[in-house]
């Protein structure tokens, strides 16, 4: 079904991620704080990292402060130029970086990011306003409109325009901005739509459909195929049946999956430590990210053109997971 109302309900209350075991001693090579790439206010990132952040601490008895950035593509860039050490992105990110081939790139390969581990498929997102005269219902209805793409540096800011693009649909302006912000200027109708490409539910979305009604705009089966087709990384995701308040009937969307992400440099015993603690505590944070409990286990969502750090592999290994040889590279 192409879309749907959102209605509002009570806010849920978060849960606080549980503890894992501190190690009794802490190998000499390793740094005593990490900083971590999170994203903006709003957003799946701002949420997940710092759930993340604490069991690695606590299991890694390492210091990590974070760094509020745009998202995938600002974590990549980050670790890159060695202003941080861990991170988080999205296979169609991490697949531009890989290749060099999208505009944010320059043309330059970026190698400097290894994966560690799956956290959450990211969908697209596009919401409008319920009612008015001009209400949106279709992805067809957007051409010749103002969308929200949120933060500068995440995934949608660099994907929307050309995923909409492959299926005949040019909007007549994007805007980069925070969640939060593009959401309640959607709302004052300084824009018709926003679009975002987070783990479902993106919070704004959640919190302004727990105020007011809003239309969840959804992908004919035709459309997200085509769009898979012609952006690397994506597939057809669906959004399930009440994902949003009031959200009665499933999407049809376009997403790929994150991961977490550090840099190459990392000590092997220390990211095997923090990747254990990660996925130890996937129940937890599928609590605080309802999405973290779409990605199947025991199965492993690929990294696309991105290998994983050994000390990842070798801890995604311990758990019964497959990681070919192939695709872990120092």
Request: glycine share 10%.
């Amino acid at each position: 079904m192409p879309g749907a109302a959102l209605a509002a309900h009570a806010p849920a209350a978060s849960v606080p991620v549980p503890p894992v075991p501190v190690p009794s001693a802490l190998a000499a090579s390793w740094p005593s704080a990490l900083l971590m790439a999170t994203g903006r206010p709003g957003g799946a990132y701002d949420l997940y990292g710092p759930a993340w952040g604490r069991v690695a601490a606590q299991s890694a008895g390492v210091a990590i402060a974070y760094r509020a950035s745009g998202g995938a593509v600002s974590d990549v860039l980050f670790i890159e130029e060695g202003s941080a050490q861990l991170g988080m992105t999205t296979v169609t990110v991490a697949d531009q970086a890989r290749a060099g081939n999208a505009a944010w790139t320059a043309g330059v390969r970026f190698e400097s990011f290894r994966a560690l581990f799956p956290m959450f498929p990211s969908m697209l997102q596009i919401v409008a306003p319920a009612t008015g005269a001009a209400r949106l219902t279709t992805i067809a209805s957007l051409a010749g409109r103002s969308l929200g793409i949120g933060p500068d540096g995440g995934s949608a800011a660099t994907t929307v325009q050309s995923m909409l693009a492959a299926i005949g649909v040019v909007p007549a302006r994007v805007v980069t901005g925070d969640f939060t912000l593009q959401v309640h200027d959607m709302l004052a109708g300084r824009l018709d739509a926003c679009a975002f490409i987070s783990a479902p539910p993106t919070p704004a979305i959640t919190a302004a459909a727990e105020k007011t009604r809003l239309s969840l705009i959804g992908f004919t089966p035709d459309e997200a195929l085509h769009i898979a087709r012609t952006t690397p990384g994506l597939a057809p995701m669906t959004i399930p049946e009440n994902t949003f308040p009031g959200q009665s009937v499933p999407i049809a969307s376009i997403g790929t999956p994150n991961f977490a992400i550090g840099a190459k440099s990392l000590p092997d015993t220390l990211v095997n430590a923090i990747t254990l603690a990660a996925m130890r505590n996937r129940a937890a944070f599928a609590r605080l990210i309802p999405a973290a409990a779409m990605s199947p286990q025991p199965l492993l969502a690929m990294p696309g053109q991105m290998t994983f750090h050994p000390g990842a592999a070798s801890a995604l290994r311990s758990l019964g997971l497959n990681v070919p040889a192939n695709l872990v590279e120092g």
